[in-house]
């Protein structure tokens, strides 16, 4: 079974900086996305960040280029997302999934993040 733990959320002002972590068990696959979404209270969920674990192709969302940098470790079983520089509108629940050519089919229960101004 796969399973996602995210860990890392907090509360912090605005420029500061937050490392969340997720940690993937449970995949059987050499390959596989690990990407990262956020959902704000009333907003759709949105796509932060993803790194193929094959070859460290990343992507990052418009909103976060510059800002935001993720990595995986040498086992490729637990994906970090830095987050520097933080906004208000960073604010939300960061979930991590595990992907593949057809989608993500496993998520993770999330992590909160909150920036005040």
């Known amino acids: 079974e796969v399973q996602l733990q995210a860990s890392g959320g907090g509360l912090v002002q605005t420029g500061g900086s937050l490392r969340v972590s997720c940690a993937v068990s449970?995949?059987?696959?050499?390959?596989?996305?690990i990407g990262w979404f956020r959902q704000a209270p009333g907003k759709e969920r949105e796509a932060v960040s993803c790194?193929?674990?094959?070859?460290?192709?990343?992507y990052y969302g418009e909103s976060v280029k510059g800002r935001f940098s993720i990595a995986s470790d040498n086992a490729k079983t637990t994906a970090y997302l830095q987050m520097d520089r933080l906004k208000p509108e960073d604010t939300g629940v960061y979930f991590c999934a595990k992907g593949g050519v057809n989608g993500y089919d496993s998520w993770g229960q999330g992590t909160q993040v909150t920036v005040s101004s």
């Open positions: 790194i193929r674990t094959s070859d460290g192709r990343i």
């Open positions: 449970g995949v059987t696959r050499d390959s596989y996305i």
